[in-house]
């Protein structure tokens, strides 16, 4: 899982999405669990998303990414314009590749901790979207982190995922998840969260 520009190592991953609809749904309901906190700020995430490669060979990491609204896959992948702040939490289990997405989720069991990777990073104050278009009566575009707030982990810092409870319905690509999380920014600053509630898998390409 490469990183590129900032923003879109959360969202635009090639993530495909196959949900698209005249409305937005979060895939929760308000849950007060799920946020993550930077400097005394909660910032709401009521959308879960489990990112897996998408094979034929995978490679051996996964990803949270959770988010204050959906994302929608249009002529690329999409969020609401109304998309303020978002966190992707990404591990990584080896440098050799896996034959199936089970053996990594295999690996993700209720009670357990991971390491955070480089990739990981929250963003906040987003106001800046290109490639906008309406569908229904909601507007949606990719991301441009112009103006945004970017915390970029600091690998030489703590860091942690901590799963106390999950599963997963790899046919039907859903699961929930118990989960929360932290890591500190190049800058000194923490960012710490978590997510109780359902998720959706996406391909990470």
Do not use: W
């Amino acid at each position: 899982m490469k990183k590129f520009t900032k923003i879109l190592a959360i969202l635009l991953l090639g993530i495909i999405i196959f949900g698209c609809g005249n409305d937005k749904d979060d895939i929760n309901t308000l849950n007060e669990e799920n946020k993550f906190e930077i400097n005394s700020t909660d910032y709401s995430t009521s959308n879960g998303y489990l990112l897996l490669d998408n094979g034929p060979t995978y490679t051996n990491g996964f990803a949270f990414a959770f988010l204050d609204e959906p994302m929608v896959e249009h002529n690329g992948n999409t969020v609401p314009v109304s998309t303020k702040h978002a966190v992707a939490i990404f591990v990584s289990l080896g440098q050799t590749p896996v034959s199936t997405e089970q053996d990594i989720t295999n690996t993700i069991i209720s009670n357990s901790t991971f390491t955070l990777d480089d990739d990981s990073l929250a963003i906040t104050n987003i106001s800046n979207f290109t490639n906008t278009y309406t569908l229904g009566n909601v507007q949606y575009g990719e991301i441009d982190d112009t103006n945004a707030t970017v915390f970029d982990i600091n690998m030489l810092a703590n860091n942690s995922l901590n799963i106390n409870s999950f599963s997963v319905d790899l046919a039907a690509r859903t699961g929930t998840v118990d989960c929360n999380y932290s890591f500190i920014d190049l800058n000194g600053v923490t960012i710490s969260g978590s997510y109780n509630g359902n998720f959706e898998i996406r391909d990470d390409h």
